[in-house]
């Protein structure tokens, strides 16, 4: 069986468990406070993040219109973006190598206004 | 689950959208057909065209001005789309027309949809000539998003090639809340006198995200 891709633990110590890649079920995580979120690594790895206000998740793909790979969806990068008082964590997570890249923006960058509302949790 | 996409090329008329009239594009089968760029190749072959009728068909680079790429054709690898036919031709590409190229996303994103334009699938270089020969910005595979407006008489658009210079296909609005056709027009225009005559193909690929 399958790792699920997330654990969410919520601060009245209830859980939520994810689903795969194909369909995470981030959009169905319960609307009340994540005290801690697990999420999978292309190593089979859990990272474990907390404190956060809330989080964001996103899977990037790629699909080619024309070439050898064409009409194959590509997997290329998992978001975990935590979002804090004063700023904003992002973990873009490199599918194919398994590296983890950490930046951090302000609560105002132009990104995040860019970003689908629905999917904050 | 997971967002898809899908695309589509209007055959009929390039001021319909497909959001109004589905039936006048045809949804590419990714794997099979293909767009060809040319000067001369005729629409509705009842053949798939050879390397010596692509050859024959080739635009050719002028002396003093620079030179869009007449025709776009798809290459409709299944021919069953009005009669046996396996070329079609694009219907507004490269002119003052929305509705060319529509990118079908059957439910939200997490951030904006982008073009992009690579030399292969590996989506790592931009060395080809059409693609600028390793200078994006030279870039000859112009782009403009038409999901909000006309592309305008004579739009230069954007030079399409690798990570940096890319069309966001939503004008700049952010990611879609739920699923929505998006537009874009796209022409080749190569430079005036440009001096390294070749027959390329390259990658385009469309690049997004879902939650």
């Not at chain 1, 804090?84 to 398994?98: A, E, P, R, V």
């Amino acid at each position: 069986m399958n790792k699920p891709l997330f654990q969410v633990i919520f601060e009245d110590n209830t859980t939520f468990l994810g689903g795969d890649y194909e369909c995470t079920k981030w959009s169905e995580i319960p609307l009340k406070k994540i005290r801690t979120l697990f999420y999978l690594l292309p190593t089979g790895d859990y990272i474990g993040l907390g404190g956060y206000q809330r989080f964001y998740h996103m899977i990037e793909v790629t699909k080619d219109l024309n070439g050898d790979k064409a009409g194959i969806k590509n997997l290329e990068f998992d978001y975990i973006i935590g979002q804090k008082k004063d700023c904003t964590i992002i973990y873009q997570i490199d599918l194919k190598t398994g590296c983890i890249n950490i930046s951090t923006i302000k609560n105002d960058d132009k990104f995040l206004t860019k970003l689908n509302p629905e999917f904050w949790r | 689950m997971a967002t898809t996409m899908q695309l589509g090329i209007n055959y009929v008329d390039g001021d319909v959208s497909y959001t109004v009239t589905p039936a006048d594009f045809i949804i590419m089968d990714l794997t099979n057909d293909y767009l060809i760029w040319s000067k001369t190749l005729d629409d509705l072959m009842t053949h798939e065209p050879t390397p010596a009728e692509l050859n024959a068909a080739a635009e050719i680079i002028d002396p003093s001005v620079a030179v869009t790429v007449t025709k776009c054709l798809l290459m409709d690898y299944s021919h069953n789309v009005g009669g046996s036919y396996y070329t079609h031709l694009v219907k507004g590409m490269g002119e003052n027309k929305r509705y060319p190229f529509a990118f079908i996303f059957d439910a939200a994103t997490a951030t904006e949809p982008q073009l992009e334009a690579w030399d292969t699938s590996a989506h790592s270089t931009t060395n080809k000539h059409v693609l600028g020969a390793g200078t994006p910005a030279n870039s000859m595979a112009k782009a403009v998003c038409t999901t909000t407006s006309l592309p305008g008489a004579g739009w230069a658009g954007a030079a399409i090639a690798g990570a940096s210079n890319v069309l966001l296909l939503n004008d700049g609005n952010g990611a879609i809340a739920l699923a929505s056709n998006l537009y874009a027009n796209l022409k080749i225009v190569i430079p005036a006198n440009y001096s390294t005559p070749a027959a390329e193909t390259f990658v385009w690929t469309v690049r997004y995200t879902y939650s």
